[in-house]
């Protein structure tokens, strides 16, 4: 990463006033609440980060450990997202769909519950590595689609401060959502809690579905334009 960013170079930034915190954090928050598709990426992927990827980084080991051999087949579970990841991520360099943001949340279905709910009946390691892979492919494309998005929707003026609100909330959850899984683990037992974050996982990706600013939005350079313009 730090090679392909000394390859960069040297950037141009605007001149512009030193800003104080509460002013980038108001300047932010305004680009946020005009966009309602943006609020609900933030909520979606928040509620995500709380309660359905904490309980897979818990109880996940612990199914490995108790059902599957140990540290063997988990490593294989974890190296299976990775390999996905890559894979998405490559494939959102020739993908450009009509209406991204909804594609991202219709694939995000299948990102996560079903691992959950494999990891709850103490599937097979081979089956929980495959429905891994396909969510690691989902989530590596969903991310570079989104990102993009945020650098063709926000101005750039804001654009740093709209991903601190973008990404920082979900870094603000994640350690609350590790503490949330360990009392539903000690309440509920692990299966049903897999069960549960399941059902959150589904609930994150299918209720921004029902936004109409959510399906709707597209490029703000259609590939088309795009392609006159080469």
């Known amino acids: 990463a730090t090679i ?14 030193p800003a104080r915190l509460r002013e980038d954090f108001a300047e932010g928050l305004r680009e946020v609440r005009g966009r309602v598709w943006l609020q609900a990426s933030i909520l979606s992927g928040t509620l995500f980060t709380l309660v359905a990827l904490p309980a897979q980084s818990v109880i996940g080991p612990l199914v490995a450990k108790d059902s599957l051999g140990g540290a063997a087949a988990w490593s294989a579970i974890v190296a299976a997202w ?57 989530s590596g494309l969903f991310f570079s689609l989104e990102s993009t998005l945020l650098q063709e929707h926000v101005p750039r003026h804001a654009l740093s401060r709209v991903t601190a609100l973008h990404s920082g909330t979900w870094a603000v959850v994640q350690p609350l959502g590790l503490a949330l899984v360990g009392g539903l683990v000690a309440t509920l037992g692990p299966t049903r809690t897999l069960v549960l974050a399941a059902g959150v996982a589904f609930l994150s990706n299918g209720l921004p579905l029902a936004l109409r600013d959510v399906r709707r939005l597209g490029w703000v350079e ?6 006159v313009e080469a």
Do not use: D, K, N, W
Not at 127 to 138: C, D, F, K, N, P
């Open 82 to 138: 990775s390999a996905g990841t890559a894979l998405g991520s490559v494939a959102a360099l020739r993908l450009r769909p009509m209406r991204p943001l909804a594609l991202c949340f219709t694939l995000g279905l299948v990102c996560g519950g079903p691992t959950l709910l494999l990891l709850a009946a103490a599937a097979p390691t081979a089956l929980i590595a495959g429905a891994e892979l396909v969510s690691g492919a989902i």
């Open 4 to 17: 392909l960013m000394l390859a960069i170079g040297p950037l141009v930034a605007p001149e512009r006033r």
């Open 222 to 227: 259609t590939p088309v334009a795009a392609a």
